[in-house]
């Protein structure tokens, strides 16, 4: 039985192994292409930092340039689909023609119906803000700086700037703080991105807590689980997929001199370095109080603990020497019930009883001034 059990142990530990090998975590998000399975679109692509400046076409076979962001706008409506065709919003794709030099502006058409060949598929890189075109392995990069007019060209990728498929929507909100004089305290903030937005790339939670406050914890739970968190600069940087929301746990030491009744501000700030945030997003910032109440009563201590102990030991003692002793009295009477001494018996049995002394009621009894009847 032992060896059949070892062997089930081993089998089903095997097959947990080869799921987790098979499944090898969650895939990474950072590359949308071809092998997303999901249009992401229709959005704007901006300049990461310049949310205000979006891809612009006008029709078949004109070039990309930067225009003011206005979501009305069909020409500034772009959409990435499962098989890495960037389509405009009037119908045509982005096309990088093989062996053109680089500088030469992209533009769009409808070649081949934007079936996907080599210079229409393109894959986004969140993580870099890169948009490579994977037949010609060049970027969509910049002519010039990042101005109203500037148009979308060919560049190796090392020259290329960071853009933004669609923007972020990430907020903060405050939670609760609290703790013990002189014990720990524990406080939290709610991060979340929109669900009718974008992924957010490089997206950084930083809290500001007093000196006095020495952190000891930082973590994310639930859709912030993801997030690196690093307790001395008091940071959880990461990905939010979009409709994630998490919290962000923080605890530490309360100083030993602060009164009941004191609270301390603590304070969190969100950005997005990899994704363009929305604009008019709101509520990037948020504070709470960590309050501080009484410490808990003390515990008894070892050795109050030990001196009871010692003070209880005598009558623990007493008690139980009574205790034995009754138990040995009770043993012994009831051995002398169950067998009466021997000799005693047969001492009362063999002793004869002497007759019994005449009485004065035996004799006769006479009437006085009478004789007896002869």
């Known amino acids: ?21 098979q499944l090898g975590g969650p895939p990474s998000a950072a590359v949308m ?15 990461i930092g310049h949310r205000d400046l979006c891809w612009e076409s006008t029709g078949n076979g004109a070039t990309v340039a930067l225009a003011t962001c206005d979501s009305a ?53 969140g993580r870099t803000g890169q948009l490579v075109n994977a037949g010609t392995s060049i970027c969509a990069g910049l002519e010039g700086s990042v101005v109203s007019g500037a148009q979308i060209v060919r560049l190796t990728c090392r020259n290329s700037p960071r853009w933004s498929i669609g923007y972020s929507a990430v907020t903060v909100a ?3 703080g609290s703790g013990p004089v002189g014990g720990t305290f524990n406080a939290s903030v709610t991060v979340a991105n929109a669900a009718t937005a974008q992924m957010a790339y490089g997206a950084t939670v930083r809290l500001t807590v007093p000196r006095a406050l020495a952190l000891t914890g930082l973590h994310g739970t639930g859709g912030a689980a993801g997030l ?33 009744g004191a609270s301390y501000p603590v304070s ?4 997005v370095g990899g994704t363009s945030q929305q604009p008019g997003t709101v509520r990037t910032t948020a504070s709470l109080r960590v309050a501080v109440h009484a410490a808990p009563p003390a515990a008894v201590g070892a050795e109050q603990r030990g001196s009871q102990s010692i003070v209880s ?31 005693r018996g047969r ?7 002497p007759p019994p002394a005449s009485s004065p009621s035996a004799v006769p009894l006479r009437r006085k001034g009478r004789e007896p009847v002869r």
């Open 1 to 21: 039985m032992a060896r059949q059990g070892v062997r089930w142990l081993r089998a089903i530990v095997a097959v947990a192994v080869l799921a987790l090998v």
């Open 33 to 47: 292409s071809a092998a997303g399975g999901t249009t992401i679109g229709p959005v704007q692509i901006s300049a």
């Open 73 to 125: 706008i069909q020409d500034q409506q772009w959409s990435l689909t499962p098989d890495g065709v960037l389509m405009n919003g009037i119908g045509y794709c982005l096309e990088a023609l093989p062996g053109q030099p680089h500088g030469v502006p992209l533009y769009i058409d409808f070649a081949d119906q934007c079936g996907g060949d080599r210079g229409q598929v393109w894959q986004y890189n």
């Open 174 to 176: 405050p939670g609760t």
């Open 228 to 260: 690196a968190c690093n307790l001395r600069t008091a940071t959880c940087t990461g990905t939010l997929p979009s409709g994630a929301s998490g919290r962000i746990d923080v605890a530490g030491r309360v100083p030993g001199d602060v009164r009941p």
């Open 268 to 271: 969190a700030h969100v950005s």
């Open 313 to 343: 030991s005598p009558l623990i003692a007493v008690v139980a020497g009574i205790l034995v002793l009754g138990t040995v009295l009770l043993v012994a009477a009831a051995r002398r019930k169950q067998h009466p001494a021997k000799g």
């Open 347 to 353: 001492h009362v049995a063999s002793k004869e009883l």
